[in-house]
């Protein structure tokens, strides 16, 4: 049980980081606005995908993991 507790509250730090620079570094990183990100408007209809950032959140979260598995070794 002592793994799996730490894993959660690793987890949960790293979600507070994310969550701190989702709030306040949105000025500074445009997250969800970056080019690449397809945005449709029409009257009444909205639609948005942000396809830029989703691969960019992957590769950051990819290397993340990458150095927690790299470094338990």
Same mark, same amino acid.
């Given at each position: 049980m002592d793994n799996i507790a730490? !894993? *959660?509250?690793?987890? @949960? =730090?790293? %979600? =507070?980081i994310i969550g701190v620079i989702w709030q306040f570094g949105g000025k500074y990183l445009p997250? @969800?606005? %970056?080019? @690449?990100?397809? =945005? *449709? #408007?029409?009257? #009444?209809f909205k639609f948005y995908f942000p396809l830029a950032? !989703?691969?960019i959140l992957s590769i950051i979260l990819s290397i993340v993991l990458w150095l927690i598995s790299f470094l338990k070794k």
């Open positions: 730490r !894993s *959660i509250i690793y987890a @949960g =730090v790293i %979600l =507070v997250i @969800g606005r %970056l080019p @690449g990100d397809i =945005v *449709i #408007n029409k009257p #009444n950032t !989703s691969i």
